[in-house]
């Protein structure tokens, strides 16, 4: 059980356009969805930390208005990167905790952007 | 200060030998400590939980932690080429709701 399904797993776009990122719990309910970003050789960078049905909070440094998260129900977050840029190329990646259990933070498989 | 701090490495063992990675924190009111392997360009896959002082062992991995010295480490017996990866240290304190705060990661090369 536990399992977290992150869609798409690649995607190459041109700049100035816009990607959505969607991040299921298949077989559980997740309280909390975490939307991280990870550079090549580097760590995990917390984005921003979202909540069914309230607006997410975002980290400091992070715009809002282009990193759009929507997390309309227990089991799906989606992330939306709006008018995107080069520099926007990441690794982006998404956790969810259990809503009963809530300790451990499971993975999506992560999305390789790549802007044109 | 980081707040959670490894040793980025790489930290190179031979196949067959104790391989060691070591992982402080700062948070004192820290509750929930894991360990998460992740290999070249895949996401993190949980390994290893502890939540409270001393060892706890699963498979060749072995998970120490000792609270009053704010520190928690991981040790993979008979290591193979197939454990060679990034080990990132994550911690999520009582205070921060669900949100995991994660090490810089150590590297972990396996020699044949």
């Known amino acids: 059980g536990a399992v977290v399904s992150q869609h798409p797993s690649r995607v190459i776009c041109k700049s100035g356009t816009s990607v959505k990122i969607e991040c299921r719990s298949l077989?559980?309910?997740?309280?909390?969805m975490f939307w991280y970003r990870q550079f090549p050789k580097q760590s995990l960078m917390l984005m921003a930390t979202?909540?069914?049905?309230?607006?997410?909070?975002?980290e400091q440094g992070v715009e809002k208005d282009k990193f759009l998260i929507n997390h309309a129900s227990l089991t799906l977050s989606t992330l939306t990167v709006t008018s995107a840029h080069p520099e926007d190329s990441s690794f982006y990646i998404c956790s969810a905790t259990h809503r009963i259990r809530g300790t451990e933070a499971f993975f999506g498989q992560g999305t390789r952007l790549t802007v044109v | 200060q980081k707040e959670v701090e490894q040793n980025s490495g790489p930290l190179s063992v031979p196949e067959g030998a104790i391989a060691s990675l070591n992982c402080t924190y700062s948070d004192r009111v820290s509750q929930s400590f894991f360990w998460y392997r992740q290999y070249s360009g895949k996401s993190p896959e949980l390994i290893m939980s502890i939540y409270s002082n001393g060892d706890k062992e699963d498979g060749r991995f072995t998970a120490q932690l000792n609270k009053a010295s704010q520190y928690v480490s991981l040790l993979i017996r008979d290591s193979q080429p197939s454990d060679s990866a990034t080990y990132l240290c994550a911690v999520k304190s009582g205070n921060a709701g669900n949100m995991l705060t994660f090490g810089g990661g150590t590297r972990l090369m396996v020699k044949p």
């Open positions: 077989d559980f309910q997740a309280t909390t």
């Open positions: 979202s909540n069914e049905g309230s607006k997410a909070t975002y």
